[in-house]
């Protein structure tokens, strides 16, 4: 065998390790097993966490993405800073402060990963639970490994770091699959900017929409969210940006300024129907909106952004 043939038979074998990986991933998707305990702690998470500011506030609510995911870096950072420094000499107590500050970081992100997990699509729980089980998993080690350094016991705290970062990597490389494979986090919305031309639109005859009970329509390539109460009339995406939930099946409600809302039928998500502003998640993007002008007896709407 030449060198060149021995290459590409090596890139090969590389390629067929990565996609037995993701082949293995995809397999955890699927995994029913998994589901007793995951409707058990899904149920439990849903009956201790009441919707409200805190529930909000951990989905990050108020900072408009996901809290979890950057959250997630201070752990990580920590913890492989830590381990770079139990490879270098007089570095012990460094090293150790270190691994209790990725200890503190865990908890706000345990919070936030477990309000997120419980607000998911059946086969991104899958994923997650064995990602959680992971990651606590390598905060139990780094608790271990943290209390033997305390102890002067460095050889084993620094034995206990390495095997916390070989879990916690794999708990990472699932939590990457459920964040850009499975689309947890990310909006779910229709891209409206990409997908309906800027301008004035023909949607419907102003006469067949019903007064305060929301209807779908169509425009071009998206689904629309329609509610006519009196003579206003407001539209956003249909698709809620959380997880694609249809809107229009949802219920109407106000909050606590009197504003209409609407609110996902699927994970309860709260929208204003005026600008598409979040109100109570798990939704963090803001529903996007058109204007709405009607002539002639025909609605017309208009992207807003
Ligand atoms: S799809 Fe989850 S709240 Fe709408």
Known sequence: MNRRSSNIFRRGSRAQASQRLADAT???????????????????????????????????????????????????????????????????????????????????????????????????????????SATATASMLYSASLAARYQGRDGAGKAFGFAGLTVLLGGAYLGGHLAFRQAAGASHADQTSHLVATGWHDLCAAEELPDGWPVHRRLGYISLFVLREGDEINVLADRCSHLAGPLHQGRVTTDDNAETCIVCPWHGSTFRVRDGSVVHGPATARQPFFETRVTDGVVQVRPVG
């Open 26 to 132: 995809e397999t955890l998707e699927r995994a029913r097993g998994l589901d007793r305990t995951i409707r058990v702690l899904s149920t439990a998470v849903r009956r201790t966490l009441r919707p409200g500011p805190l529930k909000d506030t951990l989905h990050g609510v108020p900072f408009g993405h996901p809290a979890h995911t950057p959250l997630t870096d201070v752990p990580i950072g920590c913890w492989m800073s830590s381990a770079i420094l139990d490879l270098m000499p007089g570095t012990a107590r460094a090293s150790q402060a270190l691994v209790a500050a990725g200890l503190a970081g865990a908890v706000p992100t345990v919070l936030t990963g477990i309000a997120d997990w419980s607000a998911l699509h059946r086969e991104q729980q899958r994923v997650g639970l064995v990602h959680a």
